[in-house]
């Protein structure tokens, strides 16, 4: 990997302000950058654009971690990690993955995995894992799994499981299952399930109204020994 900086020759200050500094680890190798790119020895570029800003376009295997709450963006990467940025954008890439963002958003990647985001928008991704965040929209992903958030709004999903959110809505999608969320409205979807919600509302759709399981209480069966003696002592 070599590090291609234009702006050495004429930097204003030695001293790298932190905020606007990433760490980005490419194919294994970890490094620093604030200003300048990185050329990945496997194909593939990592560029700051502006201050605060990076794009990594056509990298195998990528992590950018920092950046003082700066935004990043991915395309055509293979495994691209965002980590404690203020915003992240991917498109397609191979398996896309964030945490700790104010926002995400996921464009035809193959597999999502996103935790504590602010805002979440996925569009036709294969695999969505997202956990606990304010707002999300999904469209037309293949299967989206969805826990602890606050508004998840669904629209043309084959299967998607949401569990413990607050407000869902579902439209034209063919399989959901809600658990443990507030309101569920929407319409025109192939079949709903929902089990331990607060109101469910889907027009145009098969709904399925589902008992919560309880867990059942564990029997101890009587010692043999001990009915014997009892028997005995009669």
């Given at each position: 990997m070599a590090l291609v900086d234009p702006k050495a020759g004429?930097?204003?200050?030695?001293?790298?302000?932190?905020?606007h500094l990433f760490v980005v680890v490419i194919d294994g190798v970890e490094t620093s950058i604030h200003e300048g790119n990185l050329q990945a020895s496997l194909g593939g570029t990592v560029?700051?654009?502006?201050?605060?800003?990076?794009?990594?376009?056509?990298?195998r295997s990528v992590v950018v971690r920092g950046g003082g709450g700066g935004s990043v963006s991915f395309t055509l990467c293979g495994d691209a990690v965002a980590d404690g940025v203020d915003s992240a954008s991917f498109v397609r890439c191979g398996a896309a993955r964030a945490e700790g963002a104010r926002a995400v958003s996921v464009t035809r990647c193959r597999a999502a995995d996103l935790e504590q985001a602010g805002r979440v928008s996925l569009e036709r991704c294969r695999e969505a894992r997202v956990r606990g965040g304010g707002a999300l929209r999904a469209a037309r992903c293949r299967r989206a799994d969805v826990e602890s958030f606050g508004e998840v709004h669904l629209a043309r999903c084959k299967g998607a499981r949401v569990d413990w959110c607050g407000s869902v809505e579902v439209e034209m999608c063919?399989?959901?299952?809600?658990?443990?969320?507030?309101?569920?409205?929407?319409?025109?979807?192939?079949?709903?399930?929902?089990?331990?919600?607060?109101?469910?509302?889907?027009?145009?759709?098969?709904?399925n109204i589902l008992e919560e399981e309880q867990p059942q209480a564990t029997q101890h069966p009587v010692s043999p020994s001990h009915s014997s003696r009892s028997s005995d002592s009669e």
């Open positions: 004429k930097s204003s200050s030695s001293t790298v302000t932190a905020h560029t700051i654009t502006s201050a605060g800003n990076l794009s990594a376009s056509g990298v063919r399989a959901v299952d809600v658990s443990r969320c507030g309101a569920v409205t929407g319409g025109r979807c192939r079949v709903v399930n929902a089990v331990g919600c607060g109101s469910v509302e889907v027009a145009h759709a098969v709904v």
